[in-house]
């Protein structure tokens, strides 16, 4: 491998974090990412034929760790629904130079695969949930599906040696904000770390609209008024969310505000759809292609085509947001570049 040389794009922000897509299906229809009414059974998803191979993953991957990214996290749609995950996992666990290899789930599968990933070397795991609630849960996730099968994913994951866990909520007004409490205090007790994601407009079939929105500052005012808090400081440049400590020392909260508080000046992160495609914002409307040039040339035009997209970004799509607020405009959708 060359040695490692960052770069930077055109607001001067280096390269850090690498989302990989492995898969646009999902057995969950959430509300906010795959509703059930547009994603039903007939939808036609990415031939399997046409996903990127382990291998191309780990070409592109390598490539990238060489122009500075260090931690590498692993999303779909589902990953777990992924053929074979953990043979990914395994072979991105050996690239020198990644210092923190992660995975994004439901929780769903994660009784069958939980072992399977610690022993292939995944450092880290987060799981969606939203709500503790059933009837709130069963609602979001838009397939019936029982709040008791995400608890023992992460029961799962904890046996695994995944300690601590993250817990991604994304709260949105009149669905359950009313659960905030109750989720800080049952992930405050079993020693994970809870992040309140404020309801982001990703993609445009999730009919967002910023009433919908439930603030930083308002899921800050909540928590505080049963289970007090204070800010600390990030744990390293770049990160999205914002994070608080409970003032009796017990554990600590993120808060991802996107939204109210955007963080675009200190974006690190490029995503890598299932397909084989680069977007260098979540907001982003077109990706480059990577599967044409990886399949029909050389290594070194791959390189350059890779280091062209970071070099030329200027996305800062939450910033520009505020002036831009009534104007329709097609984005990616997240369950196919991940969150």
Not at 33 to 45: A, D, L, S, V
Not at 52 to 61: H, K, R, V, W, Y
Not at 193 to 210: A, H, P, S
Not at 242 to 269: L, M
Request: glycine share 6%; aromatic share 8%; hydrophobic share 35%.
């Amino acid at each position: 491998m060359e040695k490692k040389s960052t770069i930077t794009d055109k607001l001067s922000r280096p390269i850090k974090d690498l989302r990989i897509s492995v898969t646009d299906r999902c057995n969950f229809r959430c509300t906010y990412c795959m509703p059930e009414q547009i994603y039903g059974h007939k939808y036609q998803f990415i031939n399997k034929s046409s996903l990127l191979n382990f291998e191309e993953i780990i070409t592109i991957t390598e490539i990238l760790v060489e122009m500075g990214v260090q931690k590498v996290r692993l999303t779909g749609g589902e990953p777990l629904l992924r053929d074979k995950i953990e043979d990914l996992v395994f072979d991105l666990s050996k690239i020198s130079g990644i210092k923190e290899l992660t995975l994004t789930t439901n929780g769903y599968l994660l009784p069958q695969k939980a072992q399977k990933l610690r022993d292939s070397g995944l450092d880290r795991i987060t799981v969606s949930l939203d709500s503790l609630n059933n009837e709130i849960f069963k609602k979001v996730n838009g397939r019936n599906i029982d709040v008791s099968k995400v608890l023992k994913g992460i029961e799962a994951a904890e046996k695994a040696g995944f300690m601590p866990i993250k817990i991604n909520c994304v709260v949105e007004k009149g669905i359950n904000e009313n659960s905030i409490i109750d989720m800080a205090e049952y992930f405050k007790a079993k020693g994970h770390i809870l992040r309140f994601i404020e309801f982001m407009d990703v993609g445009t079939l999730n009919k967002w609209n910023l009433n919908k929105v439930v603030s930083a500052k308002e899921i800050v005012q909540i928590i505080n008024s049963k289970m007090p808090i204070r800010p600390i400081a990030p744990t390293y440049f770049g990160e999205v969310a914002s994070r608080y400590q409970y003032k009796d020392g017990s554990g600590e909260i993120g808060i991802i505000a996107s939204v109210t508080q955007p963080f675009c000046g200190n974006c690190t992160r490029l995503r890598l759809s299932p397909e084989g495609s680069l977007y260098t914002c979540l907001f982003s409307n077109t990706g480059t292609d990577m599967k044409k040039i990886l399949r029909s040339s050389n290594g070194q035009d791959l390189r350059s085509l890779i280091k062209k997209t970071w070099q030329t970004r200027t996305d800062k799509y939450s910033i520009d947001r505020s002036s831009n607020i009534n104007k329709s405009t097609k984005k990616v959708e997240m369950y196919h570049i991940g969150g």
